[in-house]
T-cell receptor, first 114, second 112 residues
Framework: DARVTQTPRHKVTEMGQEVTMRCQPI?????VFWYRQTMMQGLELLAY????????DSGMPKDRFSAEMPDATLATLKIQPSEPRDSAVYFC????????????FGDGTRLSIL | GENVEQHPSTLSVQEGDSAVIKCTYS??????FPWYKQELGKRPQLIID?????GEKKDQRIAVTLNKTAKHFSLHITETQPEDSAVYFC???????????FGAGTRLFVKA
């Protein structure tokens, strides 16, 4: 059963520190999405990629967040400097750029900024 | 762009009763509508989906209906069980692509 892999699963750090979250999409998937979820609320889309190219990162605070795909098997989301309001669960999802196909979510990174 | 509204935000039912969650979307060209279930502390998982050329789809106790004219779709869960308690998200995929817009979620409580 292929799954999206996210690391770390949990991260606790102090305000001002850099945070890097990683995602390995399902092999063969060419679209990758980053979502943020707070207190079991809605899924806020931060950024997404197709064939490693960023298509939309309008949901991301540009001054502190950055998202990249160094290669087809790795997507990263960085926060620098981190702030307490960044505390949330960050989900990565992957899919195929074929119409009418679902996204598959990873288990998320639970981030706490003290 | 697409906008998805979901109602109710919270739903409480007695075990064995049915639960219905409704969603509306704004872009008439959207053509794919997945539903995800998220248990506490877990990832959202696809439970059922429907494509725009279909009006209804059923999988055991779960069914989805789609009304393209009215731009709304619904999730129906029959014979609810305590393990159905979770947050359910509807979603619509923007036309021509794969960007999926999610509703705000419905927290379902099934009381034993």
């Amino acid at each position: 059963d292929a799954r999206v892999t996210q690391t770390p699963r949990h991260k606790v750090t102090e305000m001002g520190q850099e945070v890097t979250m990683r995602c390995q999409p399902i092999l063969g998937h060419n679209t990758v999405f980053w979502y943020r979820q707070t207190m079991m609320q809605g899924l806020e889309l931060l950024a997404y990629f197709r064939n490693r190219a960023p298509l939309d990162d309008s949901g991301m605070p540009k001054d502190r967040f950055s998202a990249e795909m160094p290669d087809a098997t790795l997507a990263t989301l960085k926060i620098q400097p981190s702030e307490p309001r960044d505390s949330a669960v960050y989900f990565c999802a992957s899919g195929l750029d074929i119409r009418m196909q679902p996204q598959h979510f990873g288990d998320g990174t639970r981030l706490s900024i003290l | 762009g697409e906008n998805v509204e979901q109602h109710p935000s919270t739903l409480s039912v007695q075990e064995g009763d049915s639960a219905v969650i409704k969603c509306t979307y704004s872009d008439s060209a959207s053509n794919y509508f997945p539903w995800y279930k998220q248990e506490l502390g877990k990832r959202p998982q696809l439970i059922i989906d429907i494509r725009s050329n279909v009006g209804e789809k059923k999988d055991q106790r779960i069914a989805v209906t789609l009304n393209k004219t009215a731009k709304h779709f619904s999730l129906h869960i029959t014979e609810t069980q305590p393990e159905d308690s979770a947050v359910y998200f509807c979603a619509a995929t923007e036309p021509g692509g794969f960007k999926t817009i999610f509703g705000a979620g419905t927290r379902l409580f099934v009381k034993a």
